[in-house]
């Protein structure tokens, strides 16, 4: 079998966020049950030079966009196993950030064409492409309506999958019709439009032959009014065609064992050489060194989506409870600044770092006790699956894949990797915080939840299977999805 991956961002060349490390995570896995899988990604200005370096130009050819004729170089270089190919053209890429910008829809639809001609110009003809989140959302619509009737081309059937649904890559209808050329019958309610624009995601949503999301209470979840983002209509009249597979997490890259970035590497049966990352960390982030005064940590982006909200709303109660209070994190300003001003107003409890950084984040895994995560929705979350692999536990939500990962603490039976509560409301996290913490100092009981927690199998080769076998499925079906 042969799939291509089509995303915006990739592990380990760029990353914002979860996206990035299942773009790089999952071709490894599924390599392993013998698919041929290669990914398609931009090259952004960004990636580091040590993968410039290493990149070989296979191709060059031009991709029409509207009337311009743009350039598209593409370059490749293999990495622990799977090959890479780059979209190369640095007007739409050599910027100092990866989204956000004024042009975005032209250059993801610049992006999504490339990936589509390269298949013609690579005589790379997958069976499925796998396209992910709205940057890749026209993909799956151009193959239907325009592709298909290439030669090569009528047989690729098309994976979508969501992992985000708040974010659908809106834009005016222009860039429909003036940059991808779109015949403008299409623009109608029941197609591209939403609400007067177009939707990148939409498209993928109405044109893909499978949609998948990273986990079963996401997938349930998209279909309500709540969740759904103003797609929950077209998600239920595809319901059929959507399922939800729990995203994993690279065992390798994150292996407390073998974690050369920690100050001391630590496994189930060397738990108590974990102190010395704890210990490491609170110097870090200048906060008192002390073992006996738990230390929650926070590693997200810094948006309403994380559930700041409630954590804002309580700061004064957390605070009072005595714990130390760790946050990685960038995103929105306002966060950043409250998160400032409380670590200068509880400095002795408080540590902030505003900024993104790999290393650290490691070592905060490593060196917390608890981690958390009260979500509003959580497509899946990785970083909760990463924090029990360090053996810091989670204190979440039950919402999405938080809700399919995390298991509550039950201290009758020892049940449970760590705690949870259902409502979005600061009271009900507050209470689930302290519940965690008064169980820190049951020193016998802690330690089990911790090796409980880190026993926990989050590795990918359960989900791998389940993609595998929805590409054989696919592939055996003698038509594509009509819309
Ligand atoms: P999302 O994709 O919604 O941001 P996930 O929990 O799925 O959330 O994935 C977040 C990933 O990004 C995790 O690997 C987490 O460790 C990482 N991450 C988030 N913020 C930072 C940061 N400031 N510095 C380093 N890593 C971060």
């Known amino acids: 079998m042969k799939v291509l991956f089509a995303v915006s961002e990739c592990v380990p060349f760029i990353k914002s966020g979860g996206l990035a490390d299942v773009a790089g995570s999952l071709p490894k896995e599924l390599k392993k049950l013998g698919t041929d899988v290669r990914v398609i990604l931009p090259k952004y200005g960004l990636i580091p030079d040590k993968f410039r370096s290493e990149m070989k130009k296979v191709k060059e050819f031009t991709v029409q966009l509207g ?4 350039y598209c170089g593409i370059e490749a270089l293999e990495h622990d196993g799977v090959t890479f190919y780059f ?3 640095e007007y ?9 910008h004024y042009d975005d829809g032209e250059r993801f639809s610049f992006f999504s064409r490339a990936v589509l001609e390269f298949v013609a110009e690579s005589e790379f003809y997958p069976d499925v492409i796998h396209c992910h989140d709205w940057h890749t959302g026209m993909i799956p619509f151009l193959l239907r309506t325009e592709y298909y009737k290439r030669p090569g081309y009528g047989l690729i ?3 979508f999958t969501i992992h985000n649904l708040q974010f659908q890559g809106i834009f005016p209808r222009e860039v429909l019709g003036d940059l991808l050329q779109i015949d403008s019958s299409y ?8 609400y007067g624009m177009a939707n990148f995601m939409k498209a993928a949503l109405i044109s893909a032959d499978h949609i998948t999301t ?3 209470t996401y997938k349930d979840e998209i279909q309500t009014e709540y969740f759904g983002e103003n797609l929950d209509g077209i998600l239920r009249k595809r319901r059929e065609d959507l399922s939800g597979i729990l995203n994993g997490i690279d065992h390798v890259a994150y292996d407390p064992e073998k974690d050369p970035g920690l100050a001391a590497s630590f496994g189930v049966w060397g738990l108590e050489r974990r102190v010395i990352n704890k210990l490491q960390v609170q110097r870090s982030f200048g906060l008192p060194v002390n073992d006996d005064v738990p230390v929650v940590a926070m590693i997200t982006r810094l948006t309403k989506q994380k559930g700041l909200d409630l954590v804002r709303e309580v700061f004064h109660e957390i605070m009072a409870t005595g714990l130390q209070l760790i946050v990685l994190g960038t995103g929105d300003p306002e966060f950043e600044q409250f998160f400032r001003e409380m670590a200068a107003q509880y400095p002795d409890q408080c540590g902030v770092y505003i900024g993104f950084d790999e290393n650290l984040a490691h070592q905060v895994y490593a060196g917390s ?8 929705f959580e497509p899946c979350g990785l970083s909760q699956m990463i924090a029990m692999r360090y053996g810091s536990i989670p204190v979440v939500r039950e919402t999405g894949g938080l809700n399919d990962t995390v298991q509550p603490y039950n201290e009758f039976n020892g049940q449970g990797n760590g705690f949870t509560f259902a409502n979005f409301n600061a009271h009900d996290m507050l209470f689930t915080i302290e519940r965690g913490l008064s169980f820190y100092h049951k020193r016998e009981k802690w330690l089990k939840l911790m090796a409980k927690a880190m026993e926990t199998d989050y590795s990918w080769a359960q989900s791998a299977r389940q993609y ?6 696919l592939i055996s079906r003698s038509e594509s999805h009509v819309f």
Do not use: A, T
């Open 157 to 159: 059937r098309s994976v």
């Open 468 to 473: 595998n076998d929805l590409y054989s499925d």
């Open 214 to 216: 990273v986990s079963p």
């Open 92 to 100: 739409y890429f050599k910027r100092d950030s990866l989204y956000g």
């Open 87 to 89: 979209v190369d053209n």
């Open 369 to 376: 006790d608890l981690f958390l995560m009260p979500s509003k």
């Open 67 to 70: 009337w311009r004729s743009q």
């Open 187 to 194: 623009f109608n309610e029941e197609q591209l439009e939403f």
